[in-house]
């Protein structure tokens, strides 16, 4: 049997009466650039941590709707994570394959790369406990590498190498 398919029915609950929202928890729904200016005026520590934060909620109710995500195809736990994205309205979730790496593309997000990628670590490390780093490369799209292909590739970044170099880079040091 496959993996079940993103159901985004009920998964957002208004009680307007009581003034609240329910998506499997307390929520509320506040312009993105409030968010925005909270976090460029966070430390880079807290601003890490708000975002994780924000992935592990989603990695946690991603594990509980495949029940076994460890075993569930990448398209499946994709369509999920796509899905919850989308529900918090941080954009829309593609991948991109080049060879053996992965880039994640969230295009239509209003909020910062770095916000984005810190979603995507706390996500991928609760809902399928693997620990994964989400390496910015050009706006909206994230390479999801480890510790060693993330630590070179953000160098090579730094000094200017593009992004399509860098992944071949990776490869030729099978860090992709």
């Known amino acids: 049997m496959g993996s079940p398919r993103?159901?985004?029915s009920r998964a957002v609950k208004f009680d307007l009466a009581s003034g609240q929202i329910d998506a499997d928890g307390s929520r509320v729904v506040i312009p993105a650039d409030a968010v925005m200016q909270l976090w460029r005026a966070a430390g880079e520590d807290a601003q890490r941590d708000f975002g994780r934060r924000i992935g592990t909620?989603?990695?946690?109710?991603?594990?509980?709707?495949?029940?076994t995500p460890a075993e569930a195809s990448i398209e499946s736990v994709l369509e999920h994570l796509g899905g919850h994205l989308a529900l918090l309205g941080f954009g829309s979730l593609s991948l991109e394959r080049w060879g053996q790496a992965l880039v994640l593309v969230v295009e239509g997000s209003p909020l910062d790369d770095a916000l984005i990628a810190a979603v995507l670590e706390g996500a991928?490390?609760?809902g399928l406990g693997?620990?994964?780093?989400?390496?910015?490369?050009v706006p909206s799209r994230f390479l999801?590498?480890?510790?060693?292909?993330?630590g070179r590739a953000r160098g090579w970044?730094?000094?200017?190498v593009r992004w399509s170099e860098v992944i071949a880079r990776l490869h030729e040091r099978g860090d992709a």
């Open 6 to 8: 993103f159901d985004p």
């Open 57 to 67: 909620e989603i990695g946690r109710q991603i594990a509980e709707q495949l029940e």
């Open 124 to 126: 991928i490390q609760r």
């Open 130 to 137: 693997r620990d994964v780093h989400a390496v910015p490369l």
């Open 144 to 150: 999801m590498t480890g510790a060693t292909g993330a």
């Open 157 to 160: 970044l730094e000094e200017g």
